[in-house]
């Protein structure tokens, strides 16, 4: 494999600058915290905890054992029976980022190449997750093999994530060779590292998704919560209309006359049932499905994240 030249940044291939710079983004992203950290290990997930905790959230009967402090008097007062304040408390979660930098993923007419987009995605979710005090991981594959980093809260670590996106966005895949490695193998071998209780994200376009990776995803979203990052090109939901197109990857070349109605109808026919096929997969792994298109401003990814994720 090639590396990328630097006429292609933030087009082609993606920069650590440029990843690093995802830090800013990241901040839109984050919900003004209502709670207060009291050590280094929180996060900002609730977690129901008796005690002394972040933010009330209920009242019960008083228990033995419970601690004095935590009397809701003005509860105490009007039943006539002593209650005990319930707390909810921050705790930390690990993230894991799984991108996708196969082949089928240095493609794009329109904005960015879908493996820029991802790894800018993936390093924007990154520096949230980790602003918001999580473990930070990921899992990286290209079309030969597969680079996992477990959960850490570790700024380093995150950095060293950041580097592998960036690194391996710039190597070129050859396009004669088909990939060695499937969705199905991934995310098989993800469920072996991965945490209970994770939060998982992927990003790909979802090239090979078939029976066996669905079963994979079904297993991970039994211990996991899973977000689903669909990254398209609009060329792949419509085709021009009406001319004759020359197509190729550097290696191989095609003519393909889009003036035959049945071109067209066969084209939108599989570029609709894959969509049906994700969006069934998404609500059995009751996953969020996030649609993103390589053409999308930052503004508008933003708003998607934003409405989806958080």
Known sequence: MNKASDNGVGLVYSSLEGLLFQ?????????RSRYRKTAIQTGNHQVRHLGRGMEFAESRPYSPGDD??????????????????LFEEERERPVLLWCDLRSNMF?????????????????????????????VGGAIISSDQQHEMRPARSKSKLLQLLQSLASTSQQIPDFSQ???????????????????????ILFSDFRGLDDSAERQLRRIARHSTVT??????????????????????GLRFLRLNTTKKDV??????????????????????????IEISTDDSVKQRLAKLRGAIL
């Open 23 to 31: 830090q800013q983004s990241a901040r839109l992203l984050q919900k």
């Open 264 to 289: 067209n109808d066969d084209y939108s026919q599989r570029d609709l049932n894959q969509s049906k096929r994700l969006k069934q997969l998404s609500m059995q792994c009751h996953a969020r499905l």
């Open 68 to 85: 004095i402090r935590s009397i809701d008097w003005k509860v105490t007062a009007r039943t006539g029976e002593p209650h005990t304040k």
């Open 228 to 249: 689903i990052i669909h990254i398209t090109d609009p060329f792949e939901h419509q085709l021009p209309q009406k001319t004759q197109l020359k197509l190729s990857d």
């Open 107 to 135: 493609f794009a007419t329109r904005g960015q190449f879908k493996s820029v987009v991802a790894t800018e995605l993936a390093s924007l979710l990154a520096w949230k997750s980790w602003l918001d005090g999580d473990r």
């Open 178 to 200: 088909a990939s060695t490695v499937s969705l199905s193998d991934s995310w098989k071998r993800l469920r072996r590292v991965l945490p209970t209780g994770s939060q998982v």
